[in-house]
């Protein structure tokens, strides 16, 4: 079956740490996108990536780092400058064309120690 | 610049009773409007997107949203509420460009008593 893949479900992180979530599609998919939830607050854009080797800053970037060397990965570290990285991370995927819907993950919970 | 508002973070109803989630935005361009749903510890499914085609869009599970221009509202209904409706719903916008990201709305709970 297609589809996204993240790994961990579950992630901890001590102080001062970089973790790497991992995003995995073999839908085909140029566009990759990762998403913030924290209770309440909705989806935030952290970054996205249109194409190989390219990719842009989203509304709250700062703290995280992305990749994107293949088309099928995605993956992306939260720095020890993220000083509040407990939420729930969202990977999805898209066609390259307008108005594509996304297809998500199922997520990664990321919690401090 | 895009923007969603959700009118209600949380939304309470009986078992059979009529489902209304409000969501207005705000585009500068012809916008693309979607609704998703989350279930607990889960990623979000699509219910159903407006593309322009019909202003009433029919999504699964029964729901269906129509798009206003005039009141640049979205709203997502469903007829008769089951207790499986129960997650957090959340509307997002995009404009016209190609691997655009979706701006999210802050999200709506929906809780079904029986």
């Known amino acids: 079956d297609g589809g996204i893949t993240q790994s961990p479900k579950y992630l901890f992180r001590k102080e001062g740490q970089n973790v790497t979530l991992s995003c995995e599609q073999n839908l085909n998919h140029d566009a990759m996108y990762w998403y913030r939830q924290d209770p309440g607050q909705g989806l935030r854009l952290i970054y996205y990536s249109q194409i190989v080797n390219d990719f842009q800053k989203g509304d709250i970037a700062e703290g995280y780092s992305v990749s994107r060397e293949k088309k099928e990965s995605f993956p992306l570290t939260v720095t020890s400058a993220q000083k509040n990285p407990t939420a729930f991370y969202l990977c999805?995927?898209?066609?390259?064309?307008?108005?594509?819907?996304?297809?998500f993950g199922s997520g990664t919970q990321l919690s401090v120690l | 610049a895009q923007s969603v508002t959700q009118l209600g973070s949380h939304v309470s109803v009986s078992e059979g009773a009529l489902v209304l989630l409000r969501c207005n935005y705000s585009s500068s361009v012809p916008p693309y409007l979607f609704w998703y749903v989350q279930y607990p510890n889960q990623g979000l499914q699509l219910l159903l997107k407006?593309?322009?085609?019909?202003?009433l869009v029919k999504g699964i599970n029964g729901f269906e949203a129509e798009f206003k221009k005039s009141e640049t509202s979205f709203h997502l209904t469903k007829p008769s509420a089951h207790m499986s409706d129960a997650a957090e719903y959340f509307c997002a916008v995009s404009g016209g460009q190609a691997g655009t990201a979706l701006i999210f709305g802050k999200g709506t709970t929906l809780s079904v008593s029986s």
């Open positions: 407006y593309t322009s085609a019909a202003t």
């Open positions: 999805a995927s898209s066609r390259p064309y307008p108005g594509e819907k996304l297809f």
